[in-house]
């Protein structure tokens, strides 16, 4: 085969990899998000675009934070010390497979479409000239941004509530799991934090009204609770903290892997 042969196979060989690219491209615009590959969704996320965005990010962390309880669920009731929290444990997770889950899950498509609406309805707003047409497309596009405002609203509180849960399974739960358990409160308290700061931004685009006043009223009522659940997780981070300065430290091998929870 001559230096001729080789470039023509290598370029055919390149087009066919590219043609391969844009169909999974493809595919993937027009899939449910979450169920994209993960690097393929976290490509999309530092894409520079809306869709997905941070209400999506919100509820994507509620969605992990739910995950880390329900392995400490599973830890918890493998275990006979434990058995007087086994029914405790396994009610949490239910409310986590049950309800908590479908909800953000869903949320985390409805916020990146319903955002989408947004976008398309101020680009139209945007480029009309005429004056009258203008103001009916600027309507338009805050009506949808109410709507777009009320999906991270209900990710704020469906977070809030699988924080409170996670601190329940970090009380009772079992102790060599806190990690998890402590890592699912902090993540869910950042998915609300993150799902207000969306709600907050969006509300600056409304002067007055009835329901912006309805949804500040709300959206101030879960901050609060936040820093409520966040006390409380700070709290138990200092007991942890304490216990470590004032237990001896023991010369024991590393352990890595599922040993470490034994």
Not at 20 to 47: C, I, V
Not at 106 to 129: L, S, Y
Request: proline share 3%; net charge negative.
């Amino acid at each position: 085969m001559n230096d001729l042969d080789v470039t023509s196979a290598l370029e055919a060989f390149e087009a066919i990899e590219l043609t391969a690219e844009a169909r999974l491209l493809a595919e993937h615009e027009h899939a449910r998000l979450l169920d994209l590959p993960t690097q393929a969704l976290l490509e999309k996320f530092g894409a520079g675009g809306h869709k997905p965005g941070s209400g999506s990010a919100a509820a994507l962390v509620g969605i992990l934070a739910g995950k880390l309880i329900c392995t400490v669920v599973a830890l918890t009731r493998e275990k006979i010390a434990y058995a007087a929290a086994h029914s405790q444990a396994q009610f949490i997770a239910t409310q986590i497979t049950d309800r908590f889950e479908p909800a953000l899950y869903d949320a985390f498509q409805k916020d990146a479409e319903a955002f989408h609406q947004v976008i398309e309805a101020r680009k139209q707003r945007d480029a009309e000239t005429d004056p009258r047409r203008k103001r009916e497309l600027g309507d338009e596009a805050l009506e949808r941004l109410r709507r777009a405002t009320e999906v991270p609203l209900g990710v704020c509180r469906d977070c809030l509530s699988v924080a409170e849960l996670g601190l329940s399974i970090y009380d009772i739960g079992f102790r060599g799991a806190r990690g998890d358990s402590g890592a699912a409160v902090s993540v869910s308290l950042a998915g609300a934090l993150s799902a207000l700061f969306v709600v907050y931004l969006n509300l600056t685009s409304f002067r007055s009204g009835a329901w912006a006043q309805e949804i500040r009223r709300e959206a101030d009522e879960l901050f609060r609770t936040a820093q409520q659940l966040q006390e409380a997780l700070f709290s138990r981070t200092t007991v942890l903290r304490s216990q470590g300065e004032e237990e001896p430290q023991l010369a024991l091998p590393l352990v890595y892997g599922d040993a470490a929870r034994s």
